[in-house]
């Protein structure tokens, strides 16, 4: 039975069970990264604050007791790990971790960078009945959305659009 070294592998979990795949590892012994960040969701006139993991179905564990493969693949919410064409683990070298954990907050989880477009920027839509129309980037109204402003029928329109929707023009 294959024996894992001291450094970083990705576990693959199954759909949506990363934190009862995680809560099992920990269990067993093994160092867990779970990257995490915070997005709030407005949903019937409601802001809540939900977490999400940064790689969905992925985390990274090392395993520092030695623990056999077999036993991390039939842990619960685990549906494998990332591995080599010989079966051995993909290693993550230590840099990659570091440079996931150096954008944490205070709070442990990864800061997003909101601020993706500034003002004038030259900006697509990429989702809605607007699909592909060009537009400029006015202002961010808040973390989720911003201003546009769009040359409909002659005419230029300034609307409020969900920042998922744009995307740069190139």
Known sequence: MKKMSNNWFCIYTNAREEQIAFNELLHLG????????????????KCQ???FSLFPRYFFAKNNNNVSFSSIRNTRGVSDYLHNCDGSP??????????IKSREDSSGYIKINSQ???N????VLTKGILSSIKAI???QSDSESG???????GREHILPTPLDYLDRQY
């Open 137 to 139: 980037f006015l202002n």
């Open 49 to 51: 604050e939900k977490i």
């Open 120 to 123: 004038g920027d030259k900006i």
């Open 147 to 153: 201003k546009i402003l769009i040359n409909l029928l």
């Open 116 to 118: 993706r477009f500034t």
């Open 30 to 45: 093994l160092d867990i990264y779970f990257p995490r960040y915070k997005r709030t969701i407005k949903h019937a006139r």
């Open 90 to 99: 993909f290693r993550v070298k230590q840099e990659v971790i570091d440079l």
